[in-house]
């Protein structure tokens, strides 16, 4: 895999409000500009400058996170419970 993201365990479980910094790591041979995006923003939102983003719960539900760079993607889950 040319890109991965690493996470002490997978899925991400958090209560609303928090929030939890993951960083994705590229192969060499990938170039480009890292994105980050959530399926669904009203539960967890992305904030992300490069290989490092920061996961804000925001609402109950289960959404995926994404990375996409040089056409390679990479993704977890994250689960919100109720506060």
Do not use: H, N
């Not at 002490?8 to 590229?26: D, G, L, R, W």
């Not at 959404?63 to 390679?72: A, H, I, P, Q, R």
């Amino acid at each position: 895999m040319k890109l991965k993201i690493t996470l002490m365990k997978s899925p991400i479980a958090c209560q609303p409000k928090q929030k939890a910094t993951v960083k994705a790591i590229k192969d060499a041979s990938l170039s480009g500009e890292a994105v980050w995006s959530s399926s669904d923003v009203s539960i967890a939102s992305i904030e992300y400058q490069g290989l490092i983003a920061v996961v804000t719960a925001a609402s109950a539900g289960e959404c995926t996170v994404t990375v996409s760079l040089g056409g390679e993607r990479s993704e977890f889950v994250v689960v919100v419970g109720k506060e």
